[in-house]
């Protein structure tokens, strides 16, 4: 057969893409609440390619790692970025994913350390379209700084976080001396005054005579209206801050493509607050589709419709509240960090004798004492083993394994075994690695928790939309890790260097 003569132009690069991340958001939030949805969601669920099993393919399924993937495509063992915090053997301190000493906060509080992607060990799409057009705008947003830092990458025009203390939005001096002015002008507004005793009501409360979720009076309820970043107004204030970006940079109107990645972060301490069943979960999920709504809207009319490509995710889920699941008769146990590193730490001494045995750290997590190893002449491997046992002796445990098994690659071939290995980094990763049988849950009652390779962690929302996309339902199986070898082909620019993932080459226009 003759090829056709004239195939069918490619379809132009986008001006403007955003890549929206939602701070916990499982899979089954676009199902369960679709018939509350009427905005942004809406649009990309009737107008974008939905793959309806994607997943992380790591197992440390926590925010830091689930944003340092999505726009590399790489997984914790080549990223680097193996939890939030972890013990940095090199300093002796705990450091976060993008706690950097050497900087200073930029708009907030003077003189305070700031953050900056140095731990990030890899490229970004953002990085990928600076190096291959210095024109191209790269901006990052969300109220966390590791939520705006990670997936904006190393070479972005800045990255925006919320600092609690000052309630101004910052950034550090590794990306700039000065907020600009746009940014300045939203801080100037004071926004959050307004929210402080504003009680949260349903979305569709026709008036405020009912029950409220919560009423926002500061640091009485630690975790849940106690701050605004627990509040649907925090979700507000990142899209308010996302559109003065969008104008205040002119983005989608140079040259090039540019890139503002946004993260939702007050779904996530809603959702540790309460778990996954509690109508608050419900009530900003809505909130969200809406804000994603306006987002998008404001995107639309500053770079034009056809120019916007949108790519929707979650860097994790969520477990079910075990009393909740205990009622409806499924799994579902609390357990106790401290009893774990109790156990562990009792039979350190009873093999090997008294010492400082452990460092700080979390229960998948735990890292050895080395100069007590050292003082002691012992093998750490044999160390290992001890607090493994010791780890694998107690209640609701699936699996522990030891720095030794992953780095000699001796794991169970399975798809827990693989994960682990994913997520081990021989430098920074921790000497045990506990992890807990499904739906256990090494959190205090009532709320609930994320961070493991269980389906409620693992399965979460992947949207496309845009002209380059071919709209409709995607069923088969695909990771995260694919966003970002997809938006390289999409771009034409080069696939992020730590990139695992594949092109999504069936959604392609
Ligand atoms: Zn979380």
Not at 138 to 165: C, E, F, Q
Not at 437 to 452: C, D, M, Q
Request: hydrophobic share 40%; net charge negative.
């Amino acid at each position: 057969m003759e090829p056709a003569l004239s195939a069918a132009p490619p379809a132009r690069k986008p001006k403007l893409v955003i890549a929206i991340i939602v701070d916990q958001f499982r899979y089954d939030y676009l199902l369960r609440f679709r018939d509350g949805y009427n905005a942004g969601l809406a649009r990309l669920l009737d107008n974008g390619a939905v793959f309806t099993d994607a997943h992380y393919p790591h197992a440390h399924l926590v925010t830091a790692v689930g944003h340092s993937t999505y726009m590399s495509g790489a997984p914790p063992s080549i990223s680097g970025i193996v939890a939030n915090e972890w013990w940095d053997r090199e300093t002796n301190q705990s450091v976060t994913s993008v706690s950097d000493p050497q900087t200073k906060s930029v708009g907030g509080i003077p003189g305070i350390a700031g953050s900056s992607p140095k731990r990030l060990l890899v490229s970004t799409i953002g990085d990928e379209l600076k190096m291959a057009d210095p024109a191209a705008h790269v901006i990052g947003i969300s109220i966390k700084d590791r939520a705006s830092i990670l997936p904006s990458g190393h070479m972005a025009d800045a990255a925006y976080w919320y600092d609690n203390d000052s309630n101004n939005w910052v950034t550090s001096d590794y990306y700039r001396a000065q907020l600009p002015e746009w940014a300045a002008a939203v801080n100037a507004k004071k926004t959050y005054r307004q929210f402080l005793g504003k009680s949260w009501f349903p979305f569709d409360a026709k008036d405020e005579s009912g029950q409220p979720f919560c009423t926002m009076v500061a640091g009485t309820e630690a975790r849940f209206c106690g701050n605004i970043e627990a509040t649907p107004w925090g979700n507000e204030m990142i899209e308010a801050f996302a559109e003065a970006a969008l104008a205040g940079e002119d983005l989608g109107r140079h040259r090039g493509t540019d890139l503002l990645t946004v993260s939702f972060s007050s779904n996530d301490y809603v959702g540790h607050a309460v778990g996954p069943d509690d109508p608050a979960v419900r009530d900003i999920s809505i909130r969200t589709d809406r804000l994603i709504g306006k987002l998008l809207a404001a995107a639309e009319q500053r770079a034009g419709q056809e120019n916007v490509l949108v790519v929707l995710s979650a860097d994790h889920g969520v477990a079910p509240s075990p009393e909740v699941n205990k009622a409806r008769k499924m799994p579902g146990e609390r357990l106790s960090d401290f009893a774990l590193t109790g156990a562990i730490n009792d039979s350190l001494i009873r093999k090997f004798g008294p010492g400082k045995w452990l460092m700080p750290g979390q229960p998948a997590m735990i890292y050895l004492n080395l100069e007590t190893i050292a003082q002691k002449k012992l093998d750490r491997s044999e160390v290992e083993r001890v607090a493994a046992d010791a780890a694998r002796a107690q209640p609701h445990i699936a699996r522990v394994y030891t720095r030794h098994d992953l780095a000699a690659g001796a794991v169970q071939q399975d798809a827990i075994g693989r994960a682990m290995m994913l997520g081990f980094n021989p430098e920074r990763s921790a000497d045990i690695f506990v992890l807990q049988e499904p739906y256990a849950l090494f959190e205090a009652a009532p709320g609930s928790s994320h961070g493991t390779p269980y389906d409620y962690d693992t399965h979460v929302p992947l949207i496309f939309m845009g002209a380059q996309i071919k709209a409709g339902t995607y069923s088969q199986h695909v990771w995260v890790n694919d966003v970002a070898p997809t938006l390289a082909q999409i771009l034409g620019v080069e696939t992020p260097s730590g990139s695992i993932g594949r092109v999504l080459a069936e959604i392609l226009q």
